[in-house]
């Protein structure tokens, strides 16, 4: 009976000693997995940051260029559109007809393919009237002619920017 005594008391030490030590080790040990977690988390969170700052410059980057191809595509369409009107008042003068030149050919540059066709036609319309007087018959079709043109200008540069409609009420 002693010795069972010495076992029991033994066993109960021992269990007693294991479940204090794991007492005293367990929070240590959740403590270092939970810092290791909160690590790999905050690294991930860095990580998410620095990529949305990069779209955000991406994004911004994208937009100023947009809104940079945007405003040079409306000024030569609209210095063209300059050039036209004060050509056909004075048609016979070299100035009025190297401006059209000039402005027709950057609007070209910014264009699609059929305003390309477009303006490339009135170019040669305006090769064969330079220099010569106007009848009222040739005055219309010249109005006529750049309104058709300054039309499908105004078309594609509203669909290279088309306006976002918002609902009432939201930002």
């Known amino acids: 009976?002693?010795?069972?005594?010495?076992?029991?008391?033994?066993?109960?030490?021992?269990?007693?000693?294991?479940?204090?030590?794991?007492?005293?080790?367990?929070?240590?040990?959740?403590?270092?997995i939970n810092n290791r977690h909160h690590a790999?988390?905050?690294?991930?969170?860095?990580?998410?940051?620095?990529?949305?700052?990069?779209?955000?410059?991406?994004?911004?980057?994208?937009?100023?260029q947009f809104d940079i191809?945007?405003?040079?595509?409306?000024?030569?369409?609209?210095?063209?559109?300059?050039?036209a009107g004060q050509f056909s008042f004075s048609k016979?003068?070299?100035?009025?007809?190297?401006?059209?030149?000039?402005?027709?050919?950057?609007a070209m540059l910014y264009c699609n393919k059929s305003n390309y066709d477009l303006l490339s036609g009135f170019l040669e319309y305006a090769d064969s009237i330079f220099g010569n007087g106007?009848?009222?018959?040739?005055?219309?079709e010249y109005t006529k002619t750049l309104t058709s043109i300054t039309t499908s200008l105004n078309e594609e540069l509203a669909s290279t920017k088309p306006v976002i409609q918002r609902e009432p009420g939201k930002s």
């Open 1 to 32: 009976m002693k010795g069972s005594f010495c076992m029991e008391i033994n066993i109960t030490w021992t269990i007693t000693a294991i479940i204090a030590v794991s007492s005293f080790l367990s929070p240590i040990a959740v403590a270092i």
């Open 40 to 64: 790999r988390i905050r690294k991930m969170e860095l990580e998410h940051d620095e990529y949305m700052r990069w779209l955000d410059l991406q994004q911004t980057t994208t937009v100023k």
């Open 69 to 83: 191809y945007y405003a040079d595509k409306k000024k030569s369409f609209a210095d063209f559109a300059n050039a």
């Open 92 to 106: 016979q003068t070299a100035q009025a007809y190297q401006e059209l030149q000039s402005t027709t050919h950057i």
């Open 134 to 140: 106007y009848t009222r018959n040739e005055r219309d």
